[in-house]
């Protein structure tokens, strides 16, 4: 077809896939309000600045990937590249902060980053989020972690593992930074290119380094310099956790790629995928509504890919998605009847029925044909027995066929009998 393809990095979803997803979504939403959550939906775009001081001007996201555009105004504009900053700014504009706390939130849309592409790494993939506004306590942690990890195993995600971490506050964070460069400051000309820059910016992301691992194995620990609140809240939040039967793994090199992270940050990992393996991540982000202009407000949240659950479905055995077939298919005998058909099709579809008729004008046998191909129940034939109000109905998986007057139609079909 030359030209004209899809961007790179995106995909097309079919009728069969499609099935596959609305399932997903339906789990999603289902685990949603059995916690209590409400839909947020906000635009695809967003003023870029928000990303920038939201999600941070270090990070690879904002650095490197954001799809960014003058409006025909000249606004600076991005597509959502995440969830958590779009959440936060629709938070203080419908000022929820004001109404009963803790606030709860999920959402089920698209993001976009410029990534280099592959199996599980896409520029435009889909996210179930979930953020809860005005809670400091460690069960509104856990309350977002079950959510997700109860969303995957509704799913049908059977095994994944769940890494835990706290990166401290504004209070005991600085002292682990600096502990973190005296570590690295004699490694600097063994560090990728990228790290080099980190260690000046952010020298917590020298711990997420996918080049070069052994040195973070020998890094400072987070867990031995937090303060006494950080260090209570992640006890408070793994006895949560042991209480809920969730287990996880304490993983003191996890530091996770966007700047707003305060204490708690967790993903979920699946041995099925790849090298992208995380299906979800999250944390508390206990600054972000402040340095979006809004009083301080704890919050916590987490985010799973949709693309990934579904290739850790796949790759875990889940049966393959089908499309509902029609129910009837109306044919009609000759080109004199097809007017008909469309009428008898529409009355049924509005009774409820999925109904396919032929516009192609084929003989009877191709329509038959057809009929069986699409895995229809029944097969309405309408020809000259119509002048007497009579039409036939064949049952296509028996084989047989009747006459059935035309106003009995759909009683027979809901009855499923001939
Ligand atoms: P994130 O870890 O960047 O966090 O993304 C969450 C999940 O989205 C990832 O674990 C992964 O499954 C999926 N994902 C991310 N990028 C891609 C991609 N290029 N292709 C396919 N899947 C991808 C966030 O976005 C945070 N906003 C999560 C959060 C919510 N934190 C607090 N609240």
Redesign the pocket.
Known sequence: MGELQKPRGTRDVLPEEASRWRLLEDRARQVAARYGYGELRTPLFEVTELFRRGVGEDTD?VGKEMYTFLDRKGRDMTLRP???APAVRAFLEHNLGAGPQPVRLFYLQP?F?Y?RPEE????Q?H?F???CFGAAGAAADAEVIALAVDFLRTAGVADFRLRLNSIGCPACRPAYRAALREYYRPLLPLLCADCQERFGQNPLRLLDCKVDTAHAAGAPRTADHLCTDCREHLQGLEALLARLRISFDRDPTLV???DYYTRTVF??ESPRLGS?S??????R?DGLVELLGGQPTPA??????L??TLLALEAGGAPAPTVEPPQVFVASVGEEYALEAMGVASQLRSAGVRVITDPLGRSLKAQLKQAARAGARWTVILGEELSRGVLVLRDMAAGVQEEVPAGELLTRIDKGVV
């Open positions: 996201i995440e969830g958590t993001a980053r990534e599980g790494r896409w520029r993939h996210q989020g979930a953020e996770r790629g966007l993903e979920l992208q995380a299906l979800g991540g999250g944390g982000y916590v949240g987490g985010g799973v890919g693309e990934r």
